[in-house]
């Protein structure tokens, strides 16, 4: 979701773009980091764009907030992806 300015904003009113103090990641969100790129972020983006648009415009199903926010989710992921894709 972002707002009017185009900034991203988290649904529990963070700002998205928030920096992460990277002395406090783990070893195995570095692997899991790492892993990520290795797989592909592209793809893992289109999947996950793909995944979204069949539930949402191809699903005859009732959302709710919970499925709502769980789109939401895959969006936000798949968001994250292109930045790190097109920072690396």
């Not at 649904?11 to 998205?16: F, I, Q």
């Not at 972020?41 to 709710?64: C, G, M, P, R, T």
Request: proline share 0%; with cysteine.
């Amino acid at each position: 979701m972002s707002t009017q300015n185009g900034q991203g904003v988290c649904l529990n009113g963070c700002s998205a773009n928030t920096a992460v103090d990277t002395r406090h990641v783990s070893k195995s969100q570095l692997e899991f980091l790492d892993y990520l790129k290795f797989h592909g972020l592209e793809q893992l983006s289109e999947s996950l764009k793909l995944i979204h648009d069949l539930a949402l415009y191809h699903s005859d199903v009732s959302f709710n907030e919970e499925e709502k926010s769980a789109l939401f989710d895959l969006k936000i992921l798949w968001e994250g992806f292109e930045r790190i894709r097109q920072k690396s």
